[in-house]
């Protein structure tokens, strides 16, 4: 489990990856958002786009074409209604609590999910495959370095980390601990074990922390449709380098879950939200 632990006030709520439809670029295959971070999830990399810079995270010679596979569809829907033109609107978006690459290295799994506070990823090397194939590419930090603590530095203008790793094997289900850790060159970042039992399956498990501030933002409105639908209206500046605010609708039902709609045009209200909500079914 490599996980993205965002220090600040992020509910812990379960964090959801939406399906590219065409919200994104065609390379992107899902995409999620944690507090003061948005993240792009491709083929080969992770694009994590932060209030000062963006990290790109690359599958270093890793399969161009793995099968990426959204696991755990949770309630609610996505819905980009941007502009005036219904037609350019994406609406009825799945979410998932997991997401999972089949094959990004032979006999490699690398499997993602988490909390809007945690990004957690698990590269599950399979019995007899070999983990020195997962070679992991940092652009946008400078090189990375080990410190004495065996934890992975990303300098850059943020406190950027990646705890010393834990790798265990499952031993019939019984989760067994292996010394490891990283094993740097230049930009690339591979792993080490000791000499293992390679029958068994091994999970790698380090943890990247970035201390960040969430972004600001307000409610403009707020109503309550006849089936007991709560609708807020605001706007949010998601990043200091932002320079307009994102106009957001978020549609709670009445058990709670969520929906999120972001649209570029001026302030909503919440009448305005309820009928362009209504408009998109």
């Given amino acids: ?18 399906r590219n439809i065409g919200q994104a670029g065609p390379d992107v295959k899902f995409l999620s958002r944690l507090e ?33 596979t959204g696991f755990r569809e949770q309630p609610g829907k996505v819905h980009y209604l941007t502009g005036n033109n219904s037609k350019r609107w994406r609406t009825n978006i799945p979410i998932y609590a997991n997401v999972r690459y089949e094959g990004v290295y032979p006999g490699v799994d690398l499997s993602l999910y988490g909390t809007r506070q945690q990004l957690e990823y698990d590269f599950i090397v399979a019995a007899r495959a070999e983990p020195k194939e997962i070679r992991l590419r940092f652009d946008g930090v400078a090189p990375p370095r080990v410190d004495a603590e065996g934890d992975l530095i990303l300098e850059g203008g943020d406190a950027i980390r990646l705890r010393k790793p834990v790798l265990y094997l499952d031993v019939n289900g019984v989760r067994k601990e292996i010394s490891g850790g990283y094993s ?14 390679s029958t068994k399956p091994l999970v790698i498990d380090p943890v990247l922390v970035y201390e960040t501030r969430p972004g600001q933002g307000w409610i403009n409105g707020m109503a309550v449709d006849a089936a007991g639908n709560t609708y807020l209206a605001g706007s949010v500046w998601p990043q200091p380098t932002v320079f307009s605010p994102t106009e957001v609708l978020t549609r709670l039902d009445a058990n709670g879950t969520p929906l999120y709609t972001t649209t570029s045009m001026a302030r909503l209200t919440a009448a305005w939200a309820i009928s362009r909500w209504q408009a998109s079914l």
């Fill in 36 to 68: 003061g971070c948005e993240v792009a999830f491709s083929s080969t990399e992770v694009v994590l786009r932060f209030p000062s810079r963006v990290v790109h995270m690359r599958l270093d010679a890793a399969r161009r074409s793995p099968v990426v």
């Fill in 1 to 18: 489990m490599l996980s993205l632990l965002v220090a600040g006030s992020a509910a812990a709520a379960p964090l959801s990856f939406e």
């Fill in 184 to 197: 740097v060159h230049g930009k690339r970042v591979g792993f080490w074990t000791e000499p293992y039992d």
